[in-house]
């Protein structure tokens, strides 16, 4: 969910289409790897050459190149059992904390992942067959953490300045609102 016409919409948009443009050309890749690996091993009895290797390493860049988009578009996977005990007046409060606790979380494990990338390059760890630098995977992983970590922190933000009513409409909550509020006119147009 982007909040609309809010500041830096462009910026916000621009960075989601990019990820998500990069990992799905990289997913793209990794289908035409598992294709040509499975049609050389069955029926011609030669798979490629470390096609596992590069299927574990594409996996985690889909994964963390994604990450920062599912991040601010909160669609992490989620249990609403609380849902139910919110006032909706407080539920910007449980955001915020949520956000700013997911913005802690993120930032520790960058920074130990960040920490593993420099000594993996220090060390020239490279995968078995192919030789690829594991390093520069992994200081992707952590840049991507990095950057999750600063736009639920940025969400977090727009929670706040919502909630304590700095921004009327635009913000998480309006746009959720908003969802809610069209979800539950489609249901009753479904009755009808």
């Known amino acids: 969910m982007s909040m609309s016409n809010a500041p830096g919409q462009w910026l916000s948009t621009a960075l989601e289409r990019g990820l998500e443009t990069l990992a799905g050309a990289t997913l793209f890749v990794l289908m035409c790897v598992t294709t040509v690996d499975v049609v050389g091993r069955y029926f011609f009895n030669t798979p490629l050459t470390g096609s596992v290797e590069l299927t574990q390493l594409m996996l985690a860049a889909v994964v963390f190149l994604a990450m920062p988009v599912v991040c601010w578009r909160e669609e992490h996977v989620s249990v609403d059992l609380l849902d139910g005990v919110f006032p909706a007046k407080l539920v910007w409060i449980r955001q915020l904390i949520v956000n700013l606790l997911m913005t802690a979380a993120l930032w520790l494990v960058a920074g130990r992942i960040w920490a593993l990338g420099l000594r993996s390059l220090e060390w020239g760890d490279v995968t078995e067959f192919l030789r690829i630098p594991i390093g520069y995977l992994t200081c992707l992983i952590a840049v991507m953490l990095f950057v999750s970590a600063?736009?639920?922190?940025?969400?977090?933000?727009?929670?706040?300045?919502?909630?304590?009513?700095?921004?009327?409409?635009?913000?998480?909550?309006?746009?959720s609102a908003d969802i809610g509020a069209s979800t539950r006119e489609q249901e009753g147009a479904d009755h009808d």
Do not use: K, N
């Open 150 to 175: 600063g736009l639920t922190l940025l969400r977090a933000l727009a929670y706040l300045l919502e909630g304590i009513g700095v921004i009327d409409r635009g913000g998480p909550l309006s746009a």
